[in-house]
């Protein structure tokens, strides 16, 4: 297998359902792009068939199909992390396995990175989830535009498009918990986004919950502000003014009125008020110190299982000697 034009990168966790119906589509959408290309499944610990079907659809393709099979489900972000450690592609493309971006458009991506574009991302022209999850998306997408300095129109998208300089970038980093749409736009020089289609998961439900988003979404802003900290030590100083002014207020009240005991419920909701301010800004503390200890601690960031793979001497991180095997036994094979 020559080095392919195109790396397709699909993280999978628990998507049995919907495998079949993806294997059916992305072929045909990719075959008729007329480039070389190889699809990367990434399969994240899941609990299903879904290696199972892996493995069977290798055997249907193996020119251009390689699965990495993760030992336990390291999260969408850094299964994808994985695949571009072993994608070889020039343009490479990360989608969802659930069938909700449509392959088909992945050609509109690939038009774009021509016009000399090293990041593509895409806006979904309707977006096909429930209410609550565009809405809170919407709100997440504005939080993030105010705090952090990533352009991005639809943040929650993951059919985008990378050169490769942008995913070497990428794969320099050891980022523990990222957000991998918002990593490579601060390593691309020339960004761009198309309008895509949008669809409705074909089988399965999503496997993110509420929980899990909102970790998500933290990872994204923690991950590239110090934006919250700031505004915390900010309306710290502007809670101290507040006390201060109060306080002056008080001293001229009691040279004025003498000694006053009302007003103890007013204090009371004053009080919790602080209160919930001050935890909720240790929380947040937490957060960040958390994701340094998490860093720190330089666990691997995901455990490969299996690769499924035909050809294995052009690996992407092989070792030179390995190669070197590989070469020669290729020279041998043509001699004979
Ligand atoms: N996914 C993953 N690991 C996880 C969660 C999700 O690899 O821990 C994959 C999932 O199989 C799918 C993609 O990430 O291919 C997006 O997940 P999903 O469609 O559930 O997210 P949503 O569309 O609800 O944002
Ligand atoms: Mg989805």
């Known amino acids: 297998m020559t080095m392919p034009t195109l790396s397709v990168v699909i993280p999978i966790y628990n998507e049995e359902a919907g495998l079949p119906a993806l294997f059916a589509r992305i072929y045909p959408a990719l075959d008729a792009l007329g480039e070389t290309y190889e699809i990367i499944y990434v399969n994240d610990g899941s609990r299903d068939r879904s290696a199972a079907l892996l493995r069977e659809q290798f055997a249907r393709?193996?020119?251009?199909?390689?699965?990495?099979?993760?030992?336990?489900?390291?999260?969408?972000?850094?299964?994808?992390?994985?695949?571009?450690?072993?994608?070889?592609?020039?343009?490479?493309?990360?989608?969802?396995?659930?069938?909700?971006?449509?392959?088909?458009?992945?050609?509109?991506?690939?038009?774009?990175?021509?016009?000399?574009?090293?990041?593509?991302?895409?806006?979904?022209?309707?977006?096909?989830?429930?209410?609550?999850?565009?809405?809170?998306?919407?709100?997440?997408?504005?939080?993030?535009?105010?705090?952090?300095?990533?352009?991005?129109?639809?943040?929650?998208?993951?059919?985008?498009?990378y050169s490769r300089g942008v995913v070497d970038a990428i794969n320099s980093c050891k980022e523990v918990a990222t957000f991998i749409p918002a990593l490579a736009y601060t390593f691309a020089r020339n960004p761009a986004e198309v309008v895509v289609e949008h669809e409705e998961r074909v089988a399965g439900d999503s496997k993110y919950s509420l929980y899990s988003l909102i970790r998500l979404n933290f990872d994204l802003m923690t991950g590239f502000s110090l934006v919250p900290l700031q505004w915390f030590s900010m309306l710290g100083m502007l809670v101290a003014l507040g006390s201060g002014t109060l306080f002056v207020l008080l001293i001229v009240r009691r040279l004025i009125f003498g000694p006053e005991a009302e007003g103890l419920f007013t204090l009371f909701a004053l009080m919790f008020f602080l209160i919930g301010l001050a935890l909720f800004g240790i929380g947040l503390l937490g957060e960040y110190i958390g994701r340094i200890y998490q860093q720190v601690r330089l666990r691997p960031r995901y455990l490969i299982e299996a690769v499924l793979e035909n050809d294995v001497s052009v690996q992407a991180n092989v070792s030179e000697a390995n190669v070197k095997v590989a070469v020669a036994a290729d020279q041998r094979q043509k001699k004979e």
Request: with cysteine; charged share 30%.
């Open 61 to 161: 393709r193996p020119d251009v199909t390689r699965a990495l099979l993760l030992a336990a489900n390291a999260g969408q972000h850094m299964a994808i992390m994985a695949g571009f450690e072993y994608c070889r592609g020039e343009i490479i493309v990360t989608l969802d396995a659930d069938l909700q971006n449509p392959p088909e458009e992945i050609g509109k991506l690939i038009a774009k990175m021509k016009e000399g574009h090293d990041y593509v991302g895409s806006i979904r022209k309707k977006r096909q989830d429930s209410l609550f999850r565009t809405w809170a998306s919407k709100a997440m997408n504005q939080l993030r535009e105010k705090i952090t300095r990533i352009r991005i129109t639809d943040q929650g998208n993951m059919l985008r498009a």
